[in-house]
């Protein structure tokens, strides 16, 4: 129901964007995440965004100031510009999409996601 695309090897420093797209939901009904998964490690929140009528966005502190959640309701597309990448934000990175109550409190927590798309790898060289 949701497909990431935009990955790729890039060098460190470097920028990226990811897209998300939902063919069969509509992205204005939906609060959405990105989260990412490192070889050996637990999947983690990277950015959330509040749906359709705040847009306020919420970001890990591993990745604030260097990656922007934006979404496009009118192309049902939610993106992540991320920018000096560095070699520790190497992982799969999957969009997700919730309608969960007091999203203020729970973005950052997958299993309030009920849907997911099946992630895009990202791998940064130094």
């Known amino acids: 129901q949701l497909q990431a695309f935009g990955g790729g090897l890039v060098q460190a420093g470097d920028s990226l964007r990811l897209s998300c797209v939902m063919p069969?939901?509509?992205?204005?009904?939906?609060?959405m995440g990105w989260f990412r998964q490192a070889p050996g490690k637990e999947r983690e929140f990277v950015a959330g965004i509040r749906r359709s009528g705040s847009d306020i966005a919420y970001y890990s502190d591993y990745v604030k100031g260097r990656f922007t959640i934006s979404r496009l309701n009118a192309k049902n597309t939610l993106y992540l510009q991320m920018n000096s990448l560095k070699p520790e934000d190497t992982a799969i990175y999957y969009c997700a999409a919730t309608t969960t109550a007091s999203y203020s409190v729970y973005y950052a927590n997958a299993s309030r996601y009920g849907y997911w798309g099946k992630g895009t790898l990202v791998t940064v060289s130094s």
């Open positions: 069969e939901l509509r992205l204005s009904n939906y609060h």
